[in-house]
């Protein structure tokens, strides 16, 4: 299944934020979408959730204009996972997590316990089972962003869409989180997600679209698409390349460190 | 899920219970619990009770209706507060927020200026809280913003405003002698004067938008989450808040009707629900309903027997309501943010 805009103008009822933007992301595959603030990362998103509708052109799910289905039969298809955020009411882990079954369910239904099964197993499948009863409000930025994906999974989509899931997170649960992506894709779903650190779409992506100033700037396979001359272009900054044998990592800026002793 | 919900609705009922007992026996008049036995076992053979003819007056004639009416204007502040805490994403909303309650003084006080009959101020109070409602909806819906809930609490603010001036100026028209000591103790809110025959014509709305909420309660905990969120999880927001809104509108305006201004109740109640059963709206929504109506009861049997006089509703629910939300802004900021 693929899932995929097609020459989007994209914004809201005042403003427009991208133009002429193609994007196409397949189930089993990760795709990264990478530039500066304010360059329409969030917007694109949104708009291929079917959140805010294109101004121009067409998004696509599996070959269908997603504007023809339901907004039950989007969720069914296409999940969501913001950035985290402190709910305003402490409900418990796996109440959030139960939420991601509206869309199996009717105006009225309660979730019944298949519902609960597939939540259960989501909780289960991060490995955060143990969170089930704490309430979303006391846990830890990088539990409520695990909690949030399985919220996610129990949508049972085809497709996840992420803004900047490691934004925010220690160094530890940037990790996990990528891993938790990574494992999305090898078992079948297509994953979106924005990110600020090249290094995290080397990583886990297999594609990577660069937007700048609502403008696709470059896309493709990652090992093509980040490089230094790119990324300087994408960000307007100098970026440091560093290698080794097998892989590559960026460092932001041009920075001389002062001469200094090293002790030896 | 797994944690039992029992004991927080075993305690919400003993209240209830315990408010209808304490309803129908204190006052100027006691009765006791086996009068009161008595009278109901009486009520419910057929067989004449044995008691004095004036007990069972003051048991059905005056108490009953106040006892009823306290239950439904109880039970319907403590719904609408609910699920507007809920819809609002905001834990120090009530469900006046929208202008129900102001839209209602408007009508009720125009009603009392025009020396109309109780049912016709009723029935325009009612009339005057879906207008105020509607008019907010309807303005806040046609500001396009990409926070519909801000925008329409705070044009219920606004239009809140304008209707207070409204009724400032018919306070100020009014005959001093007459029409204003009436406007001023129905804006107080007050049981005294539920008779049995207003009761009817408000039962009805307040039961129909209790049944909308109470089964749109599964989705009230993806509807507290922010607009696009919830859309992402397959709610279309905006048919649902339409319905929540015209709901708890719904029961607020018929209850005001009935009651006057009772405010807090609908801030008040859903917090100490929350404290029984958790925030879950499919166990908070039928918890506060009935914590609701056990609440005004106390409150209504404390206002008709702490003073020689009868204190107005209102104010009592007042002079509790704000040190709890005092309370309620501290303990937010420390857990919340």
Known sequence: ?264 | MTRSALPGFLIATGVLLLGVVVAFSVGRYPVSMIDLLRSLLGKLTGEPSGLAPAIETVIWQIRGPRVLAAVVVGAALAIAGTAFQGLFRNPLVSPDILGASSGAALGAVFGIFLSLGVFAIQALAFVGGLIAVGAVYAVGSAVRSRDPILVLVLTGVVIGSLLGAGVGLLKYLADPYNQLPAMTFWLLGSLAAAHAADLVPVIAPVAAGALVLFVLRWRMNAMSLPDEEARALGIATGPLRVAIVAAATLTTSASVAVAGIVGWVGLVVPHLARALVGPDFARLIPASTILGAGYLLLIDTLARTIAPVEVPLGILTAVIGTPFFIWLLARVQKTWS
Do not use: C, W
Not at chain 1, 124 to 132: C, E, F, P, S
Not at chain 1, 141 to 159: D, I, M, S, T
Not at chain 1, 199 to 225: C, M, P, S, Y
């Open chain 1, 1 to 264: 299944m693929i899932l995929s805009g097609h020459d989007l103008t994209i914004g809201y009822t005042d403003r427009v934020v991208g133009t002429h933007i193609d994007v196409s992301v397949a189930t089993g595959s990760v795709l990264a979408l990478l530039g500066p603030n304010g360059g329409g990362k969030t917007t694109l998103l949104k708009t291929l959730l079917g959140l805010i509708p294109p101004k121009a052109g067409e998004v696509r799910l599996d070959g269908q204009t997603l504007s023809a289905r339901s907004i039950r039969e989007r969720a069914r298809a296409i999940a969501y996972v913001p950035q985290t955020h402190i709910a305003t009411f402490a409900f418990p882990v796996e109440s959030v997590v139960l939420m991601g079954r509206t869309a199996h369910g009717t105006m009225f239904s309660r979730p019944g316990t298949r519902d609960r099964a597939v939540a259960a197993a989501a909780l289960q499948r991060l490995g955060i089972d143990h969170l089930a009863t704490r309430p979303y409000t006391m846990i830890s930025g990088g539990e409520r962003q695990l909690v949030l994906l399985a919220r996610a999974l129990a949508q049972e989509p085809a497709f996840i869409v992420l803004d900047e899931p490691t934004a925010s997170l220690d160094f530890g649960n940037q990790g996990k989180v990528m891993a938790e992506i990574r494992a999305l894709a090898a078992a079948g779903l297509g994953v979106l997600f924005t990110t600020h650190d090249p290094n995290h779409a080397l990583r886990i992506a297999d594609r990577a679209l660069l937007l700048r100033d609502g403008q696709r700037i470059g896309e493709g396979a990652v090992r093509d698409v980040l490089t230094r001359p790119e990324l300087e272009r994408l960000y307007g900054a100098p970026v440091e390349e560093i290698y080794d044998k097998h892989k590559t990592a960026f460092l932001p800026g041009a920075v001389t460190l002062p001469p200094r002793a090293i002790p030896d």
